[in-house]
């Protein structure tokens, strides 16, 4: 069975950072495509970051420079570093996989909406 759990949301200020989590059982990451997707009250869903089988990276421009993400096969875990945080990145982060993104390849632009097995999300509040 495929679970995927975000951690490591919370409330910081402008400036500051947080790392999320995301621990999943069923799959690996070695052979899925992991992504990171959020969405703000009143917005679209938003790809933030996206990491293939093969380790290849994209961000969405607005975070490009200051969110990272990385992934430690070992332990099954998927992370986002998020630095110089904002107010517009208050949102629920989402942790995502697909073994076949819909849409293309696992990149950004089809992460939001390609992706088969989603997290129950964290929220992230940056207050000013």
């Known amino acids: 069975q495929v679970q995927l759990r975000e951690s490591g949301g919370g409330s910081v200020e402008t400036g500051g950072s947080l790392r999320l989590s995301c621990t999943v059982s069923?799959?690996?990451?070695?052979?899925?495509?992991g992504a990171w997707i959020r969405q703000a009250p009143g917005k679209e869903r938003e790809g933030v970051a996206a990491?293939?089988?093969?380790?290849?990276?994209s961000y969405a421009d607005s975070v490009k420079g200051r969110f990272t993400i990385s992934k430690d096969n070992a332990k099954n875990t998927l992370y986002l570093q998020m630095n110089s945080l904002k107010p517009e990145d208050t949102a629920m982060y989402y942790c995502?996989?697909?073994?076949?993104?819909?849409?293309?390849?696992?990149?950004?632009?089809?992460?939001?909406?390609?992706?088969?097995?989603w997290g129950k999300g964290t929220l992230v509040t940056i207050s000013s």
């Open positions: 995502a996989a697909a073994q076949v993104v819909y849409g293309g390849n696992c990149g950004i632009r089809n992460v939001a909406y390609g992706m088969d097995y």
């Open positions: 990491i293939d089988s093969d380790d290849s990276t």
């Open positions: 069923g799959f690996s990451y070695t052979t899925y495509c």
